[in-house]
């Protein structure tokens, strides 16, 4: 069945293409009200083809039945171009989850994708676990809804003019915490913490250092760590003090 999230993005995408003016922050809220009575041309029926379907076009996902689910928009590459963040599902997982997400980059007249770029990274959806009880704030930047849940943050917390994305993940073995940011060539974790059955939390935040204590529960070995970690602007990375 297709979804009701189809449809909201075929109206949203249409903004992306369209003559209409963005606001001053260049966001665009995939749930705002517009009209129902929308024309596309066949160039904005190929973009919401290839963004909705791009990751089912890949050969190593032939084996998949793949959905959209959401997107957000924002400045993730620096590029001065439109841009725009998307995740999907895979259909045949029992339980729900998120899978793939792709960074789209538009091209300086918004008629073409220039780049894309993949986020290693999924989750499931857990009653126990989720971005907020694990202690992610708005300090982080604007939330990321999944299902009207938080899963994440997208802001320039590091302050470096790009937004990096504090994504929380749940798996059957651990419910933990990725940055990604875009270092030039793709997106990678500036936080990696050591992979492994746990429960990562967000002990406190120093915006102003540009700390993150975070919170380790090994629960195999019953054990708990905390450790600070702090931007390195010259490394581009979070590091433990």
């Known amino acids: 069945m297709i979804r009701k999230t189809y449809i909201l993005f075929i109206i949203s995408i249409f903004l992306i293409v369209s003559c209409v003016k963005e606001n001053e922050t260049g966001e665009i809220d995939s749930q705002d009200e517009v009209s129902e009575n929308i024309i596309l041309s066949a160039n904005e029926e190929v973009l919401q083809h290839t963004i ?14 793949i959905m959209y689910e959401f997107h957000i928009e924002g400045n993730f590459t620096n590029s001065g171009n439109r841009e725009i963040i998307a995740f999907y599902s895979r259909m045949e997982i029992p339980d729900p989850s998120l ?3 792709y960074c789209f980059i538009f091209d300086s007249f918004n008629e073409n994708i220039k780049n894309v770029y993949q986020l290693n990274w999924g989750t499931i959806e857990h009653e126990k676990f989720d971005a907020v009880k694990a202690g992610l704030t708005e300090v982080f930047g604007r ?20 937004e990096e994305l504090y ?5 059957g073995i651990a419910a933990s915490l990725k940055v990604f940011e875009f270092n030039g060539i793709e997106f990678i974790d500036i936080l990696s913490l050591n992979p492994g059955p746990k429960i990562v939390t967000i002990n406190s935040i ?36």
Not at 143 to 162: E, Q, R, S, T, V
Not at 167 to 171: D, E, G, Q
Not at 217 to 228: A, F, K, R, S, V
């Open 167 to 171: 994504l929380y993940n749940i798996s």
């Open 52 to 65: 909705m379907n791009y990751p089912s076009a890949l050969p190593e996902n032939q084996a998949y039945i």
């Open 99 to 101: 899978d793939f997400v």
């Open 143 to 162: 939330p990321i809804l999944w299902k009207n849940k938080i899963i994440g943050y997208a802001g320039d917390f590091n302050k470096n003019g790009k």
């Open 206 to 241: 120093d915006p102003e250092k540009k700390n993150i204590s975070i919170k380790t529960e090994l629960y195999l070995d019953d054990i708990e760590i905390i450790n600070i970690y702090t931007w390195n602007a010259v490394n581009q990375i979070y590091e433990i003090q």
